[in-house]
Nanobody, 115 residues
Framework: QMQVVESGGGLVQPGGSLNLSCSAS????????MGWYRQTPGNQRSLVAS???????TYHESVKGRFTVSRDLVKRKLYLQMNSLKSDDSAFYFC?????????WGQGTQVTVSS
């Protein structure tokens, strides 16, 4: 049983938008620092945006002003609104839930930015 599940990836033209969602069980979601990471073939997974359990938000420099991370504590969901997408944003996007006691990754969702 997957503890963390992503959805919302797909194909979009440059300049377009996508909204990714990440669901996690209540205990995991409320007790974790949550983050979005991305990975391209041959490269390591890297942080895109994160929000800590207390609400501190961090963005990778390359997505500042274009991406917005948010969460819905009632629905137990993490979101990544991606605007002004570029071809360099094409990657497999993963959601991570991390606390002192666990670290869970989702299976990922593919985002392709291409005309």
């Amino acid at each position: 049983q997957m503890q963390v599940v992503e959805s919302g990836g797909g194909l979009v033209q440059p300049g377009g938008s996508l909204n990714l969602s990440c669901s996690a069980s209540g205990k995991i979601f409320l007790s974790s620092d949550m983050g979005w990471y991305r990975q391209t073939p041959g490269n390591q997974r890297s942080l895109v945006a994160s929000i800590t359990q207390v609400g501190i938000i961090t963005y990778h420099e390359s997505v500042k002003g274009r991406f917005t991370v948010s969460r819905d504590l009632v629905k137990r969901k993490l979101y990544l609104q991606m605007n002004s997408l570029k071809s360099d944003d094409s990657a497999f996007y993963f959601c991570r839930a991390k606390s002192r006691s666990w670290e869970f990754w989702g299976q990922g969702t593919q985002v392709t930015v291409s005309s």
